[in-house]
């Protein structure tokens, strides 16, 4: 595990709660963050909380059974270590550093404590570039910053690890750097596709993937972030890569946070939360930077409870972010994918000054004309279509081909949709937005600019005779002078 064990400082077991044990030690007491080994390295515990001159409180980042009172406990003299260095590249590892590819273990490697500070400021890069990522909804509405932090916010079943996965295919290809992806409290399964997917796309050589799973003690979960930032920080510090670092999901690592927190007797803060919970976040989302030498961009994926949007978790994680992507389950289920709500979501980048005057315009004109649609939605379902003033249902009709041309067919997804990905450039997304609501596209079906890429796509569909026009069926009074 890389833990070498430096002079050996004994202890013995007194008490076993769960994953909470409670450990004598007769001479040095172990610092905070020490990892302690029993049962010859099959238990590792890390060491919380020095209750007096003689017992620590640690939280157990492996299954306790059969760790009993009175047990050997061995103090490694350091803290939990990750490997750094280019043979990790290509591997997926645990929370200690043990690959599980089933390949050997990786040879020449360094090993570094997990507990790392942020870059200072003198060291950070004050510099805004746009991260194009071939999604037409985020490059227009919710443009990406390199070096950034990211996040797609949504409930259950609304798409985030769909997104996410869509985002790695895209961005690896042309994506020059080291990507990283780092499992928190999710599937396992999720994990081995990601792996074969990778694996078959030919993006492997670039990736290091890193997993505490939904089914791990809650101290392997809440340290895996930290691991997973180690390896990153390497690459960008030592080796002056860019880094990609996709996490998914930061919410699960609030969650472990809570969970540790409510084991060591700490008293919950609101809706139970533990009352370390914004400076745990920070800790970990400050370590993201760009610096001199550099740029971590990060892309995590947060899952929020119950759709709840005023939830803390949510609320801190809105804080660190320069992007904010709002998964919409009323969009998801109308078929809308990427089910993105542009009303909702924002990005620090959308400003005239980095994007440029005409994208700015451009995606303003967007959200107007998609909010004058939400508002008038309540009209049409009480009156009807009909009911509207002119100018009102040019509006619906441009916000209509907006929604369905700002959907995409995902490589990912290809194989249930029987749809082919699409990458589309900025330019041609900006374009085709443009020209929608120029009302260039007003006699093309609707269904026409639905899951395409570029808009010249619904011309060659709707000709093709693909696609049904929506019909306009009349109501008796409109026969009526």
Same mark, same amino acid.
């Given at each position: 595990?890389?833990?070498?064990?430096?002079?050996?400082?004994?202890?013995?077991?007194?008490?076993?709660?769960?994953?909470?044990?409670?450990?004598?030690?007769?001479?040095?007491?172990?610092?905070?963050?020490?990892?302690?080994?029993?049962?010859?390295?099959?238990?590792?515990?890390?060491?919380?909380?020095?209750?007096?001159?003689?017992?620590?409180?640690?939280?157990?980042?492996?299954?306790t059974?059969?760790?009993?009172?009175g047990?050997?406990?061995?103090?490694?003299?350091?803290?939990?270590?990750?490997?750094?260095?280019?043979?990790?590249?290509?591997?997926?590892?645990?929370?200690?550093?043990?690959?599980?590819?089933?390949?050997?273990?990786?040879?020449?490697?360094?090993? *570094?404590?997990?507990?790392?500070?942020?870059?200072?400021?003198a060291?950070?890069?004050?510099?805004?570039?746009?991260?194009?990522?071939?999604?037409?909804? !985020?490059?227009?509405?919710?443009?990406?910053e390199?070096?950034?932090?990211?996040?797609?916010?949504?409930?259950?079943?609304?798409?985030?690890?769909?997104?996410?996965?869509?985002?790695?295919?895209?961005?690896?290809?042309?994506?020059?750097?080291?990507?990283?992806?780092?499992?928190? #409290?999710?599937?396992?399964?999720?994990?081995?596709?990601?792996?074969?997917?990778?694996?078959?796309?030919?993006?492997?050589?670039?990736?290091?993937?890193?997993?505490?799973?939904?089914?791990?003690?809650?101290?392997? %979960?809440? %340290?895996?972030?930290?691991?997973?930032?180690?390896?990153?920080e390497?690459?960008?510090?030592?080796?002056?890569?860019?880094?990609?670092?996709?996490?998914?999901?930061?919410?699960?690592? !609030?969650?472990?946070?809570?969970?540790?927190?409510?084991?060591?007797?700490?008293?919950?803060? %609101?809706?139970?939360?533990?009352?370390?919970?914004?400076?745990?976040?920070?800790?970990?989302?400050?370590?993201?930077?760009?610096?001199?030498?550099?740029?971590?961009?990060?892309?995590?994926?947060?899952?929020?409870?119950?759709?709840?949007?005023?939830?803390?978790?949510?609320?801190?994680?809105?804080?660190?972010?320069?992007?904010?992507i709002?998964?919409?389950?009323?969009?998801?289920?109308?078929?809308?994918?990427?089910?993105?709500?542009?009303?909702?979501?924002?990005?620090?980048?959308?400003?005239?000054?980095?994007?440029?005057? *005409?994208?700015?315009?451009?995606?303003?004109?967007?959200?107007?004309?998609?909010?004058?649609?939400?508002?008038?939605?309540?009209?049409?379902?009480?009156?009807?279509?009909?009911?509207?003033?002119?100018?009102?249902?040019?509006?619906v009709? %441009?916000?209509?081909?907006?929604?369905?041309?700002?959907?995409?067919?995902?490589f990912?997804?290809?194989?249930?949709?029987?749809?082919?990905?699409?990458?589309?450039?900025?330019?041609?997304?900006?374009?085709?937005?443009?020209?929608?609501?120029?009302?260039?596209?007003?006699?093309?079906?609707?269904?026409?600019?639905y899951?395409? #890429?570029?808009?010249?796509?619904?011309?060659?569909?709707?000709?093709?005779?693909?696609?049904?026009?929506?019909?306009?069926?009349?109501?008796?009074?409109?026969?009526?002078?």
């Amino acid at each position: 595990m890389g833990n070498n064990t430096t002079g050996l400082n004994l202890g013995v077991v007194v008490s076993v709660r769960g994953s909470v044990v409670d450990i004598r030690f007769g001479g040095h007491l172990p610092p905070i963050y020490s990892l302690l080994h029993a049962q010859d390295g099959k238990i590792v515990i890390e060491v919380l909380a020095q209750l007096d001159a003689w017992h620590v409180r640690g939280i157990a980042l492996t299954p306790t059974q059969g760790l009993a009172r009175g047990m050997g406990v061995e103090d490694t003299g350091g803290p939990l270590k990750a490997p750094v260095g280019n043979s990790v590249l290509s591997r997926m590892f645990d929370v200690f550093g043990n690959a599980i590819d089933r390949l050997d273990a990786p040879v020449d490697v360094q090993w *570094r404590s997990v507990h790392r500070v942020p870059p200072p400021l003198a060291r950070r890069s004050t510099q805004s570039e746009i991260f194009e990522t071939g999604i037409k909804a !985020i490059d227009v509405l919710v443009p990406l910053e390199r070096g950034g932090k990211a996040g797609l916010f949504g409930g259950a079943g609304v798409g985030k690890t769909v997104l996410l996965t869509e985002m790695i295919h895209n961005m690896i290809g042309h994506h020059e750097g080291v990507s990283i992806f780092c499992g928190i #409290g999710e599937r396992c399964r999720e994990g081995e596709e990601l792996y074969r997917d990778m694996k078959e796309a030919g993006v492997l050589p670039n990736m290091v993937m890193i997993f505490g799973q939904m089914n791990e003690p809650p101290g392997s %979960r809440f %340290r895996v972030g930290h691991a997973a930032l180690t390896m990153a920080e390497y690459f960008r510090d030592d080796e002056h890569r860019d880094v990609l670092l996709l996490i998914d999901n930061i919410f699960r690592f !609030i969650q472990a946070g809570s969970e540790i927190s409510g084991l060591m007797g700490q008293m919950p803060s %609101r809706l139970g939360y533990q009352p370390t919970m914004g400076t745990e976040l920070s800790g970990l989302e400050e370590r993201i930077a760009n610096t001199d030498t550099g740029a971590i961009t990060s892309i995590q994926a947060v899952y929020v409870p119950a759709d709840d949007f005023t939830d803390p978790a949510a609320v801190h994680t809105f804080s660190h972010l320069s992007a904010s992507i709002v998964l919409s389950r009323k969009r998801a289920s109308e078929g809308l994918y990427p089910a993105i709500d542009p009303l909702q979501s924002s990005s620090k980048m959308a400003t005239p000054g980095i994007v440029g005057e *005409r994208h700015y315009q451009l995606a303003q004109e967007i959200r107007r004309t998609l909010a004058q649609y939400a508002q008038l939605k309540d009209i049409i379902a009480m009156l009807g279509l009909e009911q509207l003033s002119p100018e009102d249902r040019n509006v619906v009709a %441009r916000a209509r081909r907006l929604e369905r041309f700002l959907t995409q067919p995902f490589f990912t997804t290809g194989q249930f949709t029987g749809l082919k990905g699409k990458l589309v450039s900025l330019q041609d997304a900006l374009d085709g937005c443009e020209r929608i609501l120029q009302d260039e596209f007003k006699d093309t079906p609707e269904s026409a600019l639905y899951m395409i #890429g570029t808009v010249d796509e619904a011309k060659g569909k709707a000709a093709a005779g693909l696609s049904k026009p929506i019909a306009e069926t009349k109501k008796p009074s409109d026969a009526q002078p």
